[in-house]
């Protein structure tokens, strides 16, 4: 049985949350493949709003087993307080909630540094969420890194003094203001920790790949979106992970050839928190509707969130890189009243129309040229089938079929996991 993959194909809050939750009474297993807790996956089921950072999405169903891959990075003080939301719901977390010992730890002094190198850019910062993403990679990849299994070693304490030293005189190299209290931060932690080493921890290559052997339905779980991917996003304004589908190959240890569907999450239009280019991006108030309608708040920062036109041209890529098999399309509800839409179909490039994205897609290298479609009037947020939705609503849709090639085979009209149609 292969294991399909759904994963954001734009710069993040497609909307993914919502759709694990509803795909997840098809899987036996959602595993998350990247990222950590700058990711806020958002789930809305009878009146309550849920936001996850580390958990997987399944979380709430009684049957899937969760599982939090080798390629994520863990804060265990913000995954203490996701399992602290979680309590009241008595869910089995011992036996629904896997981690792997692969997985790598971020360590108080990893936000500092995110937050220390985020102040010395100045101007020029990522807009990092923060979480402390950025550093604890770079610990992984520079082989300095905490996992998960070693604090199943006695000498992890150890471990984590030499990793925090070394930050602390990192930290004092960036020569900013960064203010703390190292050993308030220390005694959160070590709580933290406690509380981590309560559930259970797997060797989620092996674990996975018997049950694909075994036949059991694994949906991977991705976070971000792929043009914030660290090799095929806006570098350098991205996170610092592969959220691309090859990311959930290393980030679970699956093979690409037991990867069946690619089910790729866009927004009718797009959104973008943080800095970075952003050629769709509006200033005016058509911007102003789209985050004023579709709610445009980062649920993890509370920051607004850019708006702008849906960018094919981008879209097109992210379907490419990732080899998306479905589409599903999310907010389409929030487009309703707008007499005319717009969609970038190419740029025109220093001067010359491309129909692909360009190395740089600065303002001052990259116009959007846009095709006008016709919008719709009618609140699609009770609407429950395709045969009710307005033909303006198809028209639009069919335009993005045929020209990233790809069926949209679901359509999102509102936040909650009913108000979405199987197309
Ligand atoms: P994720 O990071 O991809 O899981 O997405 P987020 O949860 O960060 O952001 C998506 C936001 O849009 C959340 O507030 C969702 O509740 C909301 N949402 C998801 N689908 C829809 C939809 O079809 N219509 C509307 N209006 N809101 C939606
Ligand atoms: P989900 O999974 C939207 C953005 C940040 C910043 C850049 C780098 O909810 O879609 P980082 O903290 O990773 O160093 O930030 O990436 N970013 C996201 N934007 N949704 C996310 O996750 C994001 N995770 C990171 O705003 O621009
Ligand atoms: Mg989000």
Redesign the pocket.
């Known amino acids: 049985m292969a294991v399909n993959l759904l994963l954001?194909l734009q710069w993040?809050?497609?909307?993914?949350?919502?759709i694990v939750d509803v795909l997840t009474k098809n899987y036996d297993i959602i595993a998350r493949f990247q990222g950590g807790p700058n990711?806020?996956?958002?789930l809305?089921f009878d009146g309550h709003k849920h936001v996850l950072h580390t958990i997987p999405s399944g979380i709430f169903h009684k049957n899937a087993v969760n599982v939090v891959g080798n390629g994520v990075v863990i804060d265990p003080i913000i995954f203490k307080k996701e399992l602290e939301n979680l309590a009241q719901f008595n869910l089995d977390i011992k036996s629904k909630l896997l981690i792997s010992r692969k997985a790598h730890l971020i360590l108080p002094t990893h936000r500092l540094l995110d937050a220390a190198s985020e102040t010395s850019k100045g101007k020029a910062k990522i807009g990092s969420t923060l979480k402390g993403i950025g550093p604890t990679y770079m610990d992984k990849t520079g082989r300095n890194g905490m996992r998960v299994g070693d604090l199943e070693l006695e000498d992890w304490k150890e471990k984590y003094q030499a990793l925090t030293e070394k930050h602390i005189k990192m930290i004092d190299f960036f020569d900013v203001d960064i203010e703390y209290n190292l050993e308030e931060l220390e005694t959160e932690f070590c709580e933290a920790i406690e509380v981590l080493k309560q559930l259970t921890f797997i060797d989620s290559e092996e674990y996975l790949n018997n049950a694909i052997k075994n036949k059991k339905t694994i949906l991977a779980e991705g976070a971000q979106g792929s043009l914030l991917d660290i090799d095929f996003g806006t570098y350098p304004f991205v996170t610092s992970s592969n959220t691309t589908a090859a990311g959930a190959c290393t980030g679970l240890g699956v093979a690409p050839n037991k990867i069946g569907e690619v089910f790729g999450?866009f927004k009718a239009y797009t959104t973008r928190v943080g800095s970075g280019p952003f050629p769709t991006e509006l200033f005016d108030k058509d911007g102003e509707i789209m985050a004023k309608v579709?709610?445009e708040f980062g649920?993890t920062t509370g920051r607004p969130r850019r708006c702008g036109w849906l960018d094919l041209v981008a879209l097109k890529y992210a379907v490419q890189i990732n080899g998306v098999t479905q589409l599903m399309m999310?907010?389409?509800?929030?487009l309703s009243g707008f007499d005319t839409l717009k969609v970038c179909t190419s740029y025109n490039y220093k001067g010359t129309e491309v129909n692909h994205l360009p190395y740089n897609i600065e303002e001052h290298n990259v116009t959007p040229i846009y095709t006008e479609l016709k919008g719709w009037k009618e609140d699609l947020t009770s609407m429950t089938s395709v045969e009710t939705l307005p033909k303006e609503l198809n028209d639009y849709i069919k335009f993005i079929e045929d020209f990233v090639e790809v069926p949209v085979k679901i359509v999102?009209?509102?936040?909650d996991r009913k108000?979405t149609i199987l197309k």
């Open positions: 954001g993040g809050d497609e909307g993914k949350g919502k990711a806020g996956h958002t809305i999450i579709g709610h649920a999310m907010k389409g509800d929030v999102s009209v509102g936040p108000q």
